[in-house]
């Protein structure tokens, strides 16, 4: 087991296997060390996606696509089975529409469907606030006061061509994407995400063509860290 430098000659990942089957995508602000519990307990790759844990970020804005096209280059020909946490979630998600491979894609807690209304209108509000500051009808200091109090944590702790990203990924619309998806996705969720609300996986599943969907009693955002074990039984029945 060692953490390996990708053939991007950028990236890294830590590696269980010469020849991983299971490919592990974390979340946002987060990285493989996310997947300690299964370090011992698969032949996998746990990747650091560009701008997390020791891989650099990218030098531009990528959306979630733009990190799907990396993946498919770096990405072991091995691999079988994606496992995506959130954001890498969505990088699985853009992954297994454009190219061919994975029997099975596992998502945990991930945005596939279109954001709460209210926070669109959050959204817009932001949107305009910025438009008027460009205008220099507001102040940067206004500005900045609006994105700590408005702004979630990630935004707020993100800077640079990693708030672009992250901005970028926040409007990433998966709904229509999810409908013509053919490889088998298996959804897990825990009923008490506040973040991706259980119901995001109940809309996912009504759209998808071959998906099931496991709730977690008790558990929120972060299932990798709060109950492994259960989600490592769920991984191995499938």
């Not at 946002?28 to 990747?47: E, L, M, P, Q, T």
Request: glycine fraction near 6%.
């Amino acid at each position: 087991m060692s953490l390996k430098l990708l053939n991007d000659d950028s990236s890294f990942a830590w590696f269980t296997s010469e020849n991983p089957t299971y490919a592990f995508l974390h979340g946002w602000g987060r990285s493989h060390n996310d997947f300690k519990y299964f370090f011992d307990k698969s032949d996998a790759i746990f990747i650091d996606l560009p701008g997390f844990g020791q891989s650099p970020q990218p030098n531009s804005v990528w959306s979630p696509q733009r990190y799907s096209e990396w993946l498919n280059r770096i990405l072991p020909s091995s691999v079988r089975f994606l496992v995506g946490h959130s954001f890498g979630g969505r990088v699985a998600m853009h992954y297994i529409n454009s190219y061919e491979g994975i029997e099975r894609c596992i998502l945990v807690s991930t945005p596939l469907v279109k954001r709460d209304p209210n926070d669109i209108k959050k959204n817009n509000l932001f949107s305009i606030i910025k438009q008027l500051n460009k205008l220099n009808l507001i102040s940067d200091t206004y500005l900045e006061t609006y994105k700590k109090r408005h702004g979630s944590v990630d935004y707020i702790n993100a800077d640079g061509v990693m708030r672009d990203i992250l901005v970028a990924a926040i409007n990433d619309d998966l709904s229509e994407i999810i409908k013509k998806v053919n490889t088998n996705v298996t959804l897990i969720w825990g009923d008490k995400d506040v973040e991706v609300p259980l119901r995001v996986g109940q809309e996912a599943m009504s759209k998808l063509r071959n998906s099931r969907l496991f709730v977690l009693k008790g558990v929120g955002h972060n299932p990798f860290l709060e109950n492994p074990k259960e989600l490592e039984e769920i991984i191995n029945k499938l």
